[in-house]
């Protein structure tokens, strides 16, 4: 009986250790499918809870998540060095440009650069300029805010007459007075900063040289920006009509009859004809006086 049991024990606990062998072995060749079948995977930085504008970057705010390697963001940082540096220094971090939600993969474009601040400078990309122009009511101005885009317009005087052209569109605007803020920002401020190549600046330079400069809040919608001709106030007509003196009627009515109806028609005499008239009369004026002459001359010749 006790080799009976210990040969008992002996065979079940070589089926257990069977079947745990063989259930490591399918659990290995599960996992290897799901590699095999599932996307390549990159770790990735996320906000942990929403960043506002302005907040100051720390590693409480963030967390790891796998993102399919195929679709990491452009700018989204794989490594906490690249982040915040070797030597992460407290008194230097980098800051939230705009609000970034939680989830949310944090990319350079969200974040000031390393060791900078959310100063107007920090937010420049290569190449561009920042050029600040007064803003009126008028173009929509009061509705202007970070982040909308406008159209610049030149007015000017030229020879007497007031000139207006579009010079420029669809130009970002990135602060309105000292506001950075896009999410913060209703409009209502006097001046607008827009971002400008160097090229563009120097033009807007000169054209403040020579007119007044207007913006003009574009439609969010609106990705077409086509020629816009010159326009002058010879488009509009100012002045009302001259009063135009009647035609001098020459000629006299006379009543025709055209079937069974009968009008009035105004027979029209040519220069030419009032001409011919007129030496008529003459004519007939000096034919009378001759007439008179003679008559008194035979007047006289009786009496005598």
């Keep these: 009986m006790r080799i009976l049991a210990i040969l008992v024990l002996l065979f079940g606990a070589a089926l257990a250790g069977g079947g745990i062998y063989y259930a490591s072995v399918y659990m290995e060749l599960y996992k290897a499918g799901l590699q095999v079948s599932g996307p390549e995977t990159q770790r990735i930085i996320v906000a942990k809870k929403q960043l506002?504008?302005?907040?100051r970057v720390n590693k409480d705010d963030l967390?790891?998540?796998?993102?399919?390697?195929?679709?990491?963001?452009?700018?989204?940082f794989t490594s906490i060095e690249a982040?915040?540096?070797?030597?992460?220094d407290d008194n230097d971090p980098r800051i939230a440009l705009r609000t970034i939600e939680a989830g949310e993969p944090l990319l350079t474009t969200k974040l000031s650069g390393f060791g900078t601040s959310t100063r107007l400078a920090a937010q420049l990309p290569e190449g561009k300029r920042a050029f600040?122009?007064?803003?009126?009511?008028?173009?929509?101005?009061?509705?202007?805010?970070?982040?909308?885009?406008?159209?610049?317009?030149?007015?000017?005087?030229?020879d007497g007459q007031l000139l207006s052209k579009v010079i420029m569109q669809d130009v970002p605007v990135i602060a309105v007075d000292r506001n950075l803020n896009k999410e913060r920002s209703s409009g209502g401020g006097s001046r607008?900063?827009?971002?400008?190549?160097?090229?563009q600046a120097q033009q807007l330079l000169l054209a403040s040289r020579v007119g007044e400069l207007l913006l003009m809040l574009r439609g969010v919608h609106e990705t077409v920006s086509e020629e816009v001709d010159l326009v002058d106030t010879s488009a509009?007509?100012?002045?009302?009509?001259?009063?135009?003196?009647?035609?001098?009627q020459f000629g006299?009515?006379?009543?025709?009859?055209?079937?069974?109806?009968?009008?009035?028609?105004?027979?029209?005499?040519?220069?030419?004809?009032?001409?011919?008239?007129?030496?008529?009369?003459?004519?007939?004026?000096?034919?009378?006086?001759?007439?008179l002459q003679r008559l008194e001359e035979q007047t006289k010749q009786t009496i005598n």
């Design 236 to 248: 509009f007509n100012f002045r009302p009509d001259a009063p135009t003196a009647d035609a001098p």
């Design 192 to 199: 607008a900063t827009i971002e400008v190549t160097r090229t």
């Design 52 to 55: 506002s504008y302005g907040h």
């Design 83 to 88: 982040l915040f540096g070797k030597e992460k």
């Design 132 to 158: 600040t122009i007064g803003i009126s009511d008028a173009g929509g101005g009061g509705f202007i805010g970070p982040g909308d885009r406008v159209d610049v317009i030149l007015t000017k005087t030229e």
């Design 252 to 291: 006299v009515k006379v009543r025709v009859r055209r079937g069974t109806s009968l009008g009035t028609q105004q027979v029209e005499d040519s220069p030419e004809m009032l001409e011919q008239k007129r030496l008529e009369l003459e004519e007939e004026q000096k034919r009378v006086a001759e007439e």
């Design 63 to 76: 967390r790891w998540v796998e993102w399919p390697k195929d679709s990491v963001p452009g700018g989204a």
